[in-house]
C-alpha cells in the first residue's frame, strides 16, 4: 500500500472559495486560522502540460515523489518502481527556472511535480517560500478525474501566510487549472488525493 510521510488532521468552518478516502496518512497540527490562509499559487501551464507526456528515456527509477512532509509512496507492490526525472520549468511564473522533479506513477497514471516555490501570502502579509508537491492525473487514470485536473500542497510553518502552527494547506485544480478548493489539507496517497477541510484548525 501507498503511504504518505506527513498528514494534518483537521477541523470546522468557513475559509474561502477560490482556489476526498485512504493511501494512509498521520500526524496532526492545532491553533491555525485558516481564513485567508496559505499562499497565492499559480501554476505554470507548462509545467502542468509537462506532466502529460512521457518520462525520458534518461529517467531513472523510484518508490517516492516528493521530499520529507511533502511526499507520498508511490509503489503499489513491494517490486514497483516508478520513472522520475528533473525538469528546468518556471513552476511558479517568476521568471527563473526551478529544477522541478517529475515522478509518474505508471499503475494510476498520476504525474506528481516537486519543486521550491515562491508565492505571495493570499493575506497579502509576506511571502510564501519553500517546497510544493502537485499531482496531475492523466489521461485513463485509475480514480476516473479529469485529465489534467489534480491539486498541490504546500507546507506552512507557523507565522507564514496566517498559519500559526506547522501545517500542510493546499487546493484542488480543475482541467483549466482554476482551484476549486482549497483548505488544510491531509495527503491520501493510496489514492492520489487529498482531503481538504475548511476553517480553523483545532487543538490534538
Given at each position: 500500500m501507498k503511504t504518505t510521510t506527513f498528514a494534518v488532521a483537521v477541523a470546522l468552518a468557513g475559509l474561502l472559495a477560490?482556489?476526498?478516502?485512504?493511501?494512509s496518512a498521520t500526524g496532526t497540527a492545532s491553533g491555525a486560522a485558516a481564513q485567508s490562509a496559505g499562499p497565492d499559487v499559480k501554476l505554470n501551464p507548462a509545467a502542468v502540460a509537462r506532466a502529460g507526456q512521457p518520462a525520458p528515456a534518461t529517467a531513472s527509477q523510484t518508490t517516492t515523489a516528493g521530499h520529507g512532509n511533502l511526499?507520498?509512496?508511490?509503489a503499489n507492490a513491494p517490486t514497483d518502481?516508478?520513472?522520475?526525472?528533473i525538469e528546468s520549468v518556471d513552476v511558479d511564473l517568476d521568471g527563473a527556472n526551478e529544477a522541478a522533479e517529475y515522478t509518474y506513477d505508471d499503475d494510476d497514471k498520476v504525474t506528481y511535480i516537486f519543486a521550491n516555490v515562491s508565492f505571495p501570502c493570499i493575506n497579502g502579509n509576506g511571502t510564501f517560500k519553500g517546497g510544493m508537491l502537485t499531482a496531475v492525473y492523466g489521461l485513463g487514470n485509475t480514480w476516473g478525474k479529469a485529465p489534467g485536473s489534480g491539486w498541490y500542497v504546500t507546507e506552512l510553518n507557523a507565522g507564514q501566510c496566517a498559519a500559526q502552527t506547522k501545517a500542510l494547506w493546499g487546493c484542488r485544480f480543475d482541467a483549466t487549472g482554476v482551484r476549486t478548493e482549497c483548505g488544510w489539507a491531509t495527503i491520501q496517497a493510496d489514492k492520489d488525493d487529498i482531503i481538504i477541510t475548511t476553517g480553523e484548525m483545532t487543538p490534538k
Open positions: 477560490a482556489c476526498a478516502e485512504t493511501k511526499s507520498v509512496n508511490t518502481v516508478d520513472p522520475t526525472w
